[in-house]
């Protein structure tokens, strides 16, 4: 999801302010971007939350049982009240990817992959080069005080489903988010939770990402899983990402849950750095 408006629910203003630059980005270079918007709904007792959503966020149109409805007809008599996200955007991650990739090999860079770069890394820069470090919570030392923070998600399909665009389900609790990943498949994350073990799926977890779709649509019951998988996100204390220069190394890192929406924006602020000498900017500067 690149969702700047709605991760400004909870994230630092810079996140939207960076976010918006991200969003812009991606148009620029990645032709299966979809631009649909997001839409958020929430069952008929937790209303409140959409109250407090919309408050704390911009960027948004108010709908109506009707308005959900013309946007995501499957969902016309799920939910009262909404809120329609329309510049918003997602992409199917591994196909953006994989072009991504693509396009860097066809500008003769050189990938290579399971090809760790050994400690200490600001030595691996080649006479006269750089090293750019964003290995994330790899990266994590007394000089670097990263935290992990544990996001589980599932991979279901189903042909009956229709969503176009995400759907974020607003829950006091568990306020999870389904993403239409193309041919019929849909991914439902993500748990947050402030640990950076990498193992599996828990019982607890899928249970709630599971039980939470199904509130969203009970098509949901009949889909088949695909995928159960975990992420650690690397977060420094603010949840904002930081760039640091050290020598012959630049680090970026904690992402957090915005890395997809921000890299664009990181790479091009680390570019302009190289290229026109600019400085980082001060509220990501460490
Ligand atoms: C379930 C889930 C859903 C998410 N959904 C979204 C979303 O919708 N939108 C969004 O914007 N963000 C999303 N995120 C957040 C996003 O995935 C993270 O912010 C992002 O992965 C952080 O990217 P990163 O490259 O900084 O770190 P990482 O993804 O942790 O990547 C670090 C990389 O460095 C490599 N590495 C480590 N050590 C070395 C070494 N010595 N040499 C070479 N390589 C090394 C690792 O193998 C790894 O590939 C989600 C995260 C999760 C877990």
Redesign the pocket.
């Known amino acids: 999801?690149?969702?700047p408006y709605c991760?400004s629910e909870s994230a630092h203003p810079i996140v939207r302010e960076l976010g918006l630059r991200?969003l812009e980005l991606w148009q620029q270079f990645e032709p299966a971007l979809l631009v649909r918007g997001t839409l958020v709904v929430a069952a008929q007792r937790d209303e409140s939350e959409l109250v407090r959503f919309a408050r704390m966020t911009h960027g948004h149109q108010h709908l109506d049982q009707a308005g959900i409805g013309r946007l995501e007809p499957i969902l016309a008599d799920r939910f009262r009240q909404g809120l329609h996200f329309s510049d918003e955007a997602?992409v199917p991650?591994r196909a953006a990817i994989s072009s991504l990739i693509g396009a860097l090999l066809n500008l003769g860079v050189d990938v290579r992959f399971s090809?760790?770069?050994?400690?200490p890394?600001w030595l691996a820069a080649p006479a006269g080069g750089i090293v750019i470090d964003?290995?994330?919570?790899?990266?994590r030392s007394d000089r670097t005080p990263l935290r992990g923070?544990?996001?589980?998600?599932a991979v279901v399909q189903e042909s009956t489903l229709s969503l176009s665009r995400p759907v974020r389900l607003l829950h006091p609790r568990f306020p999870i988010?389904i993403?239409p990943w193309g041919n019929d498949a849909y991914?439902i994350?993500?748990?947050m939770i402030e640990s950076d073990s990498p193992t599996g799926v828990t019982v607890r977890s899928a249970l709630e990402l599971m039980s939470t779709a199904c509130a969203v649509h009970p098509a949901f019951l009949d889909a088949r899983i695909t995928e159960y998988?975990?992420?650690?996100?690397?977060a420094f204390d603010d949840n904002v990402?930081k760039i640091g220069l050290r020598g012959k190394c630049i680090s970026?890192?904690?992402?957090?849950?915005?890395?997809?929406?921000?890299?664009p924006v990181l790479a091009e602020i680390v570019a302009d750095h190289l290229e026109h000498g600019l400085a980082f900017p001060q509220g990501l500067s460490c």
Do not use: D, K, Q, W
């Not at 090809?115 to 400690?119: H, M, V």
């Open positions: 999801m690149l969702a991760e991200g997602h991650p090809n760790p770069i050994a400690e890394i964003c290995r994330g919570l790899a990266a923070v544990r996001g589980e998600m988010y993403v991914m994350g993500a748990t998988s975990v992420g650690v996100r690397p990402p970026v890192n904690g992402a957090y849950r915005h890395g997809f929406l921000l890299a």
